[in-house]
């Protein structure tokens, strides 16, 4: 059965999941254009398709009927996945997520805090998917981990912060392949590792 969505503003177009996908890449292609651009082809759409997308994406955000976030990523995405808590320190959060058919070992998870303030939107690992595990700088691949790997890889790392909303950075210290630590910069999109910062 197909997921209601929300409509295009001004018109009857469906908002789903293939062009919530595009929102995603959009902020992605800032960095890694050559994997944005097999994803499309993967996808079977252009870049005209990316841009409206963010574009629809931008007037649902910012519409003065906006809906909250949780009932928007539910007419977008459909019924979640999983609901359940997650812990932050002293904070309970609920956690929900949603399959991302690009990344099928990854998930989209929205933590809301008591009374439906979003806290955090960002891909995450699937329960059961073999987590990312790198040992040197070198294997951090674009795309290949997620905040929270990186960050369980390379501890203590430090937060930071990003240069956009959808954007975060880890400060932290790795060995190369040689064995020679230093330190590093790594930049996430939607939780996604992208690139080392210079």
Do not use: K
């Not at 430090?158 to 790594?186: I, N």
């Amino acid at each position: 059965m197909r997921p209601e969505h929300d409509p295009a503003p001004g018109g009857t177009a469906a908002f789903g999941p293939l062009e919530f996908q595009l929102v995603l890449l959009r902020r992605m292609a800032d960095h890694q254009p050559g994997l944005v651009e097999d994803a499309l082809r993967e996808l079977g759409v252009g870049r005209a398709e990316i841009r409206e997308a963010n574009r629809r994406w931008q007037a649902m955000l910012h519409s003065p009927r906006r809906r909250g976030a949780g009932v928007r990523y539910r007419s977008v995405l459909g019924p979640p996945e999983t609901v359940g808590q997650r812990r932050v320190g002293d904070l309970a959060f609920e956690a929900t997520t949603w399959p991302v058919p690009l990344w099928p070992d990854l998930r989209f998870e929205v933590l809301a805090a008591p009374g439906g303030a979003v806290w955090n939107e960002w891909l995450v690992r699937a329960p059961g998917a073999p987590a990312a595990v790198p040992r040197t700088v070198e294997e951090l691949l674009p795309w290949s981990c997620t905040v929270d790997e990186v960050a369980r890889a390379f501890a203590p790392a430090r937060p930071m912060e990003g240069t956009a909303p959808t954007r975060w950075r880890l400060a932290f210290t790795a060995p190369d392949a040689t064995g020679a630590r230093g330190g590093y910069v790594a930049e996430f999109t939607w939780g996604l590792f992208q690139r080392l910062v210079p």
